[in-house]
């Protein structure tokens, strides 16, 4: 499970429930527990010592932070600080072969995605991006990344076919004779690719977000959105061409539907909707 802020309501109903949690650090908490490692103290303190029943696996400093970002571009200073800081913390506490701290971004820093082994960073965010994951490689952290097919398929239908997005096609074939069966598997290995060549080539990935909105927008229905996360379901477990036979640790997003979000599409991504019925039956 992964929460966004530090919920006090919500940590403590997970005491005990021997549920695992990705922990986030709200980007504009960033700047302040960047700022000192009494603050990063304090806050591991406040959200994690205090909550001793609760199984922490990861906490993520910020979410899609990104010089490309007008949303998340002022925070993109405070980042690396923040995570060097929280993990300090979490070692002083005694976790620090518990929980694992990383940040998360989303796939939109990749300048070149296709074919995936040409996968390469944006140079604008090369300079951002290459002490955080010089740091989690020294830690042995995962990096985690939010990977949404849905996005590349809506910007650029001409050239990506829905099936293909929805793991349901034979796939396509690539240099070398690589079979991609679906776009999610494609994303994840432009991904790896452009690790390697910003020298952090052991570093693995979690996908700390995938899913596909049920309504709002286009090519929403609740029909897609259950295709998509049944296959993902199935498919994370059998790794992609470029790591074959390695399941991919995968978070669904979202648990529920939001109201507080736009554009409308937004508000439905969720296995349940907001009265906390299901949607759709799915089996993990």
Do not use: C
């Amino acid at each position: 499970m992964r929460i966004y802020d530090p919920d006090q309501a919500t940590l403590r109903a997970l005491a005990g429930s021997n549920i695992e949690l990705t922990l986030g650090v709200p980007n504009p908490d960033l700047q302040s527990i960047a700022a000192s490692q009494s603050n990063a103290d304090t806050w591991i303190q406040n959200n994690v010592r205090n909550h001793p029943n609760v199984r922490f696996r990861y906490i993520a400093v910020g979410n899609e932070v990104s010089p490309l970002r007008g949303d998340t571009s002022r925070y993109v200073n405070f980042v690396l600080p923040a995570l060097r800081n929280i993990r300090t913390a979490v070692s002083a506490a005694g976790l620090g072969n518990q929980i694992r701290v990383s940040t998360a971004i989303e796939t939109g820093v990749l300048g070149t995605s296709f074919p995936p082994a040409d996968g390469a960073f944006r140079s604008e965010v090369n300079s951002y991006l290459r002490p955080i994951t010089d740091f989690l490689v020294s830690t042995g952290a995962p990096l985690l990344v939010n990977v949404y097919p849905y996005f590349s398929y809506i910007g650029n239908k001409a050239q990506i076919d829905l099936q293909y997005a929805l793991f349901n096609s034979d796939g396509i074939v690539v240099a070398g004779g690589i079979r991609y069966q679906n776009l999610f598997y494609a994303i994840l290995d432009a991904m790896y690719a452009a690790l390697e060549k910003s020298g952090a080539a052991s570093l693995e990935i979690v996908v700390s977000e995938s899913g596909w909105p049920s309504a709002g927008g286009d090519t929403t229905t609740v029909d897609f959105a259950r295709t998509y996360n049944t296959n993902l379901v199935r498919r994370v477990r059998d790794g992609t061409p470029k790591r074959p036979g390695r399941a991919i640790e995968t978070y669904i997003f979202g648990l529920f539907d939001e109201n507080q979000k736009s554009p409308e599409f937004e508000k439905n991504f969720g296995l349940f909707f907001a009265n906390r019925q299901p949607k759709y039956p799915i089996t993990f």
